[in-house]
């Protein structure tokens, strides 16, 4: 008797509900969920215990994303910026787990600018998003660094300085695996995960989340923002109104156009079947010809499997470090002599 394999729950045997969160406090129609729900289908699809995955986060709306998948998976939500040090420290202490880093396009490219350059010049084995919205979300919708210039935001004025690609940045700090998605195509993002998920060394992943709060230029007398900047009020009080989640689907090699929730517009095109993800100089021109037309691509535009991850570096064993016992740990009393011997 063949007995078959209940179509309910994957390899591990675990349902997609092990997989998930706590219930979303973020704005409804907010990219970032979308982000969340597909983290939760890749790990699922892949069959990762989630006992198995750490997460690590720092400050923003996007670092408040972890909370909502992998319930069973220990976290760490840290310091403005200081995502990848935590990270750091704990994928050394045990290197047979997956890390997954979740920050935003301030959380990385601000603050945290001189952390994420330096994660990944050392290829730490680390999935490392960036839930990119243009915008300061839990400080009211000030630019970040990644606002595209002369973008004007009621309560903001207008953006005079040029913007950081997180793209080009993870390309050129040699990166080895880094990839652009919109949150809005659902396929696209799943899939480059689970191709970050199986990377051996750092993996960025540049996803367009559009912020349906403060990207919101609505000028009638009956909007909330025109309500908001105009009224005399006793406490501060907001209300976001519900908005729908922006879905789009494209073919590889095109392009679309995708409407925003504040009337902007921009350009996604998917890479095709033919292009080389291996060739930094051809990207690289490639990127700045995108720039210059106003597109944002997406796709795995970058990977490199032959550079040594930290781990290999340092010669970790597989065994994790805080397991070992203190005899494999400390140095024999001999070594310590002979160490002191040479400060006199």
Not at 48 to 59: D, Y
Not at 196 to 207: C, M, N, T, Y
Not at 248 to 270: F, P
């Amino acid at each position: 008797m063949v007995t078959q394999r209940n179509p309910q729950v994957n390899l591990v045997n675990l349902s997609k509900t092990d997989y998930r969160g706590d219930p979303t406090t973020l704005c409804q129609g907010c990219g970032h969920n979308s982000i969340s729900s597909q983290i939760i289908a890749a790990c699922y699809e892949l069959n990762i215990p989630p006992e198995k995955l750490v997460k690590f986060s720092g400050i923003g709306c996007s670092s408040k994303a972890p909370t909502y998948f992998l319930n069973r998976s220990f976290g760490f939500n840290g310091l403005h910026g200081r995502m990848p040090s935590l990270a750091t420290g704990a994928m050394f202490a045990d290197t047979t787990l997956i890390g997954i880093g979740m920050s935003g396009d301030g959380d990385t490219v601000s603050i945290g600018m001189g952390q994420f350059k330096h994660v990944m010049r050392r290829n730490l084995p680390l999935v490392y998003i960036v839930a990119n919205n243009g915008v300061y979300g839990l400080t009211k919708g000030q630019f970040s660094a990644t606002a595209e210039e002369g973008l004007a935001l009621k309560g903001q004025g207008q953006n005079p300085y040029m913007p950081i690609d997180i793209v080009w940045e993870a390309v050129v700090g040699r990166a080895t695996f880094v990839a652009r998605s919109f949150a809005g195509d659902p396929k696209q993002v799943r899939e480059l995960l689970k191709a970050a998920l199986s990377h051996r060394g750092i993996a960025v992943l540049d996803i367009i989340s559009p912020c349906v709060t403060f990207n919101n230029q609505d000028d009638s007398h009956h909007s909330y923002a025109w309500g908001r900047n105009h009224e005399i009020a006793l406490h501060e009080l907001a209300y976001v109104p519900p908005a729908e989640e922006i879905m789009v689907e494209y073919a590889e090699g095109e392009s679309k156009e995708v409407d925003m929730h504040d009337g902007s517009r921009i350009v996604l095109r998917k890479l095709g079947a033919d292009y080389d993800p291996t060739d930094r100089s051809k990207i690289l021109t490639m990127l700045e010809e995108a720039n210059r037309k106003q597109e944002l691509i997406t796709g795995l535009i970058y990977i490199n499997t032959g550079q040594k991850s930290l781990f290999n570096l340092y010669h970790l064993p597989d065994e994790p470090l805080n397991r070992l016992s203190p005899d494999r740990i400390r140095p024999p009393r001999e070594t310590i002599a002979k160490v002191n011997a040479m400060m006199f």
